[in-house]
């Protein structure tokens, strides 16, 4: 929280947290870098969290075979990526054009985000149907679920729903 009010406080998206001289994420999001038709990703055991976007970015790459490392990346190395991308659950994936001061590919959206950001709200789609149709065909059969389960569902449901209308705009 402390971080994401700073990034609020300073006008910028988002907060890219460093340790040792080493990218880690986002104050509220993974974080992936591009250099040379390749992309890059802290591993999970740099203590980030595993972000559901981020896993489901880490497929589609693997799907339509774009190489990715998941490393350490050096803050030297983030910085001059040829793209630079977050995703959280809320937002799904953002392209960071700016990068502290510095243009990233020129202030455009790269090209492997570009792909990437064409299969991803297909991908949540295909993933909203069937939850609904399994909650609620679940909820009404069974009436021993709690309210508040089903509330939480229909929650993550309206995020994901949020993250669908935000790709196509964008």
Do not use: H
Not at 29 to 56: A, H, Q, W
Not at 71 to 79: A, E, G, T
Not at 124 to 138: A, V
Request: charged share 20%; proline share 3%; glycine share 4%.
């Amino acid at each position: 929280v402390m971080f994401r009010d700073e990034s609020n406080q300073k006008g910028v998206f988002e907060t890219i947290l460093y340790e040792n001289g080493y990218v880690t994420e986002g104050a509220v999001s993974n974080i992936f870098c591009c250099k040379n038709d390749k992309v890059f990703t802290p591993s999970l055991e740099e203590n980030i969290l595993p972000g559901v976007t981020r896993k489901v970015i880490l497929e589609l790459l693997e799907e339509n075979s774009i190489s990715y490392e998941e490393d350490k990346i050096s803050l030297d190395f983030f910085s001059s990526s040829d793209e630079i991308w977050v995703t959280n659950s809320t937002k799904g994936i953002i392209s960071i054009v700016d990068f502290d001061g510095n243009k990233i590919v020129s202030g455009i959206q790269g090209k492997i985000y570009s792909k990437i950001a064409k299969y991803f709200p297909n991908r949540i789609s295909n993933s909203i149907y069937p939850t609904i149709t399994t909650i609620f065909s679940n909820s009404f059969q069974n009436s021993n679920i709690p309210i508040l389960t089903i509330l939480s569902y229909i929650s993550s449901l309206c995020s994901l729903l949020v993250i669908c209308i935000v790709a196509m705009f964008f």
